[in-house]
């Protein structure tokens, strides 16, 4: 009998089990990425309604409506694919990333991702007195200064800060309001 | 010659560990999402305007009064969308509920320091039983839903009423 240098050997008996395990694995993986995007889906539409429940001064009426992204090319992307187009009255709705704090007073509304919360104090200092409507998400962000934060629980989604969106010109539809919790808070 | 020590097996042994680690934490963030979009008897939540877009037409969009199911609202389109109210968009989004143990830990809570805040920053031992699980349960009173938190027992004395232990202690009669 000739002893070949390579012998064929038998796989494990747990490769087949593992494959499938692998097979229900990315199942599951696209699953869950499938509920995240349409998670961000849903905060793509509350900033679309609150473009029209939200009212700037008479100034900010004309030109581009610009939504401002603070951080994420990702949140900015998503954004930008399902709102450009859409129009506010006569503006055309414009979707900008912003990595710096620099140039954030040119929009009418900055999105503040979550992870990006850090950096409040930071756009709070940078629109001081601008009529620009601050969204967060997360409990607590309207009680720091923003004007509306996103909830990803609860009977209410919304946090309002009315005080300090009133104290930069912005009008709060009661649509909005009923449907939000009012807070106040911050050094607007 | 194959010892279970070689690199080969060793190899073999981490990818085996690893997969298995990964495959549990999935099984359990799908187990998460599938227990929120679970359907049972409505109680609280509103009935909002489901509108599907039509296969048939691709176009027209009909209308019917019943609460959507979750799998509907995954299925529905950003222009379908856009066409509701914020306030039928927050009712669906409830639908579609808690997604990742990310957001279970962003629940938000009241305890005795009496505002909302999320679980992670309760200052206490908090169980969270939604709306949904309550759904779910099938509850009718506060027993059958005290009945399914941990450290909770409930026994009854007679058909008016029910004793409870927490975390051993009788402390209260429920009557």
Known sequence: MIKTPFPKRQPPRFYTPLAMMHFLALIL???????????????????????ALVRHPVERTSG?????????????????????????????????LFDEIAGLTSCHIIFLPDQYSK????????????PVLI????????????????????EKKFEINKKAAESVGLRLHDDLLRLSTLVEGGTQ | MNHWYS???????????????????????????????????PLHLPIVENRVQDSSTNQQIRAFQTKPTRKQILAMKFEDLSALSLEELTALSTIVGVSSVDELLKLLVSTASKSNETVND????????????????????????????????????????????LRGDLIRRNE
């Open chain 2, 7 to 41: 690199p080969t097996s060793l190899i073999n042994t981490g990818v085996v560990s690893v997969t298995i680690v990964v495959f549990a934490f999935l099984v359990a963030q799908a187990l998460c999402v599938n227990a929120t979009s679970l359907q049972a008897s």
């Open chain 2, 122 to 165: 309760a200052p206490g031992i908090v169980s969270v039983i939604t709306a949904r699980e309550i759904e779910l349960f099938g509850a009718q009173t506060l027993a059958d839903v005290l009945n399914y938190v941990v450290a909770v027992q409930l026994y009854s004395s007679s058909s008016f009423q029910s004793n409870f232990t």
């Open chain 1, 135 to 154: 969204i967060t998400k997360g409990v607590g962000m309207a009680r720091e200064g923003s004007h509306i934060s996103i909830l990803a629980s609860g």
């Open chain 1, 119 to 130: 950096k409040l104090m930071r756009v709070l200092d940078a629109v001081r007195g601008k």
């Open chain 1, 64 to 96: 581009e409506y610009v939504i401002g992204v603070v951080g994420s090319p990702d949140i900015s992307a998503q954004l930008d694919r399902l709102l450009t187009g859409k129009k506010v009255g006569e503006q055309a709705i414009k979707v900008r």
């Open chain 1, 29 to 51: 993986m696209l699953g869950g990425m499938r509920v995240s995007a349409q998670q961000g889906l849903f905060e793509s539409l509350y900033i679309l309604k609150m473009t």
